[in-house]
């Protein structure tokens, strides 16, 4: 069974430049979050989507935004890029939400922006 | 105040021993769930364990188990026998309450090194 596949795996931009990420989660997963790691903040929830709503939302601005496909995969776009928004973004699938669904998380685009 | 706490930045242990990580958590919602996860250099998160507020008996998994003390409100992960392959960043995370769906709150997470 395939895991959860993100791409790019690494990228760079710079300041200004808008980027999208992808994600395409385990099969018959209908949940996928997206979550942001760097070294200062640690992991934080940034989305999640399910049946192609956006259900659940972090504390980012309005420059983080997402979208689900019919197909459950998903895309997160970051406008307008600043250099804090230099992290690891991880995607991560779940069969449901509640209790003990567990999210699979795949293994992250880098962004570096400059 | 922190939701959740991991107050050991790294822990070193040798092969073969056992070796607990902590996590206290702070929470007002009587149902939450608990979970760690294990990140290597490669990045990617690896699910580990999960706990649910009301059960009644410690969560295991393989070498790992979950002392699960509810009145403490903490959630250590005890690894027994560690391996070489154990070396990574340990993170313990909570789910809160039903409405939180898939946004889990993490700890800043503990390094540990397994030594031959």
């Known amino acids: 069974k395939a895991g959860v596949t993100q791409t790019p795996r690494y990228l760079i931009k710079t300041r200004g430049q808008q980027v999208t990420l992808s994600c395409s989660p385990i099969?018959?997963?209908?949940?996928v979050s997206w979550y942001q790691q760097t070294p200062g903040q640690g992991l934080q929830f940034l989305f999640e989507?399910?049946?192609?709503?956006?259900?659940n939302k972090g504390n980012f601005p309005g420059r983080f935004s997402g979208r689900q496909f019919s197909n459950s995969r998903s895309e997160m776009n970051v406008s307008t890029l600043e250099l804090g928004d230099s992290a690891l973004y991880l995607c991560?699938?779940?069969?449901?939400?509640?209790?003990?669904?567990?999210?699979?998380f795949g293994a992250g685009s880098r962004l570096t922006v400059l | 105040a922190q939701k959740i706490t991991q107050t050991q930045p790294g822990m070193f242990v040798q092969e073969k021993e056992a070796v607990t990580l902590d996590c206290t958590y702070d929470?007002?919602?009587?149902?939450?769930?608990l979970f760690w996860y294990k990140q290597p250099s490669s990045g990617e998160m690896i699910f580990l364990i999960y706990?649910?507020?009301?059960?009644?008996q410690n969560a295991t998994e393989g070498r790992y188990s979950l002392n699960f003390q509810k009145a403490r409100k903490s959630a250590n992960l005890v690894i027994s026998a560690s391996q070489l392959g154990d070396s990574a960043m340990y993170f313990c995370?909570?789910?809160?309450?039903?409405?939180?769906?898939?946004?889990?709150?993490f700890g800043k997470g503990t390094t540990l090194s397994v030594s031959s």
């Open positions: 991560a699938s779940s069969q449901g939400a509640q209790g003990a669904n567990v999210l699979t």
């Open positions: 706990q649910g507020s009301y059960d009644q």
């Open positions: 099969s018959g997963h209908r949940s």
């Open positions: 995370a909570m789910r809160e309450g039903p409405q939180a769906g898939t946004a889990l709150i």
């Open positions: 929470t007002s919602d009587p149902s939450y769930g």
């Open positions: 989507y399910f049946s192609e709503t956006q259900r």
